[in-house]
């Protein structure tokens, strides 16, 4: 580790977070994975729903919020009184990001209109995560990462085609929208450390899910073509599938380019049919989706998965099983590369989550911390960044401001 960036790139640059749920905290929790430090501002009474979030609640703690709120220090803060509201203004003068994912107009009421901010902090990064932007006739409507996901695209063309659109088994839509919103941050800071003039980054659900898909948009325009659901294949990729096994199992095999397949139709005994017509080609292959795939499942399902993916792998053919956590916490790989790494939790214990992604080889991120107990770091911050005596600190604590 670089001696100037202890906790990664992002040693030294202070984001102030004011969202809740999942958006605009994925944006915080990316930006305190590369070293920021990170003060989530939340509501006295409760704080950020996330805390409650979660199907397995051991000692009635949500296990999601150690994770969004790593690396983070927790301030209480009433922003519905004019106290909390300032507050917020002094903390974000001495700020370089600021972080929130409520709806349009929501700041503004507060005083903390962007424009408000930088007039207190020219420098200053406001990071906006909402369902639809900042503008245009949407921008009002209340919005979650589910409704996000369907107006993008993803949501039709997941699933069965035989069933409705599926939704995939994680709020895919707010981390998205969070992932872009830290790119654009970074962006931004750039052009702040170069002018000294901050800027808002706009980042909005249905855009970032819209952002992945590919030439669906084209496809349509051009063509008049609409993808649709294609279960466990992309049309005209073949063979790339989930393949049976003997003993009930699935193994993922993608072999789709030519020198690929050559290799494939080899591991199978099978040389010939990296020249069959039918088969010597993308196109080919493509067009003979359904029969290739049938011919290599009759094959597939006369091994265990242990000894297919050893068979596969020796002969240079990408497959992999379909993994859960108990396979992720029992792989070599994700063990040796520390995927899964271990954070002490003050009620749990050992907390296993997920590492930092992605890899940097001078200024690394890392983790050092689960989500803080609410108000854990309010005086600390209030001392420490504001330089508020204790008497002003009890003062504002009874007004309910804290």
Partial sequence: ????????????????????????????????????????????????????????????????????????????????????????????????????????????????????????????????????????????????????????????????????????????????????AALGAMMALRVASSTGQGQVVDSAIYESVLALMESLVPEYALTGYIRERTGSILPNVAPSNAYPTRDGATVLIAANQDTVFRRLAAVMGRPELADDPRYATHAARGAHQAELDDLIAAWTVTFEPAALLRLLHLGGVPAGSVYTAREMLADEHFAAREAIVELDHPEMGAFPMQNVAPRLSRTPGRLRSVGPRLGEHTDEVLRQVLRLADDRITELRAAGAI
Avoid at 59 to 86: D, I, Y
Avoid at 120 to 135: E, K, Y
Avoid at 158 to 176: F, H, K
Wanted: hydrophobic share 35%.
């Fill in 1 to 180: 580790m670089t001696g100037s960036f202890p906790d990664g790139p992002l040693t030294g640059v202070r984001v102030v977070e004011a969202g809740v749920l999942l958006a605009g905290p994925f944006c915080a929790q990316l930006l305190g994975d590369f070293g920021a430090e990170v003060i989530k501002v939340e509501q006295p009474d409760g704080g950020d729903p996330m805390r409650q979030w979660g199907r397995e609640k051991p000692h009635g703690k949500s296990l999601w919020f150690p994770v969004v709120a790593r690396n983070k220090k927790s301030v209480t803060c009433n922003l519905r009184m004019p106290e909390g509201q300032q507050l917020m203004r002094d903390l974000l003068a001495g700020a370089d990001v600021f972080v929130e994912n409520f709806r349009p107009g929501t700041l503004e009421r507060w005083g903390l209109a962007p424009e408000e901010l930088h007039r207190i902090n020219p420098r200053l990064v406001v990071v906006r995560v909402t369902a639809f932007g900042q503008d245009g006739p949407y921008a009002s409507r209340a919005g979650y990462g589910s409704i996000g996901e369907a107006m993008g695209g993803i949501r039709h063309v997941t699933g069965d085609p035989s069933t409705p659109p599926s939704r995939i088994g994680v709020s895919l839509g707010d981390s998205l929208a969070g992932t872009f």
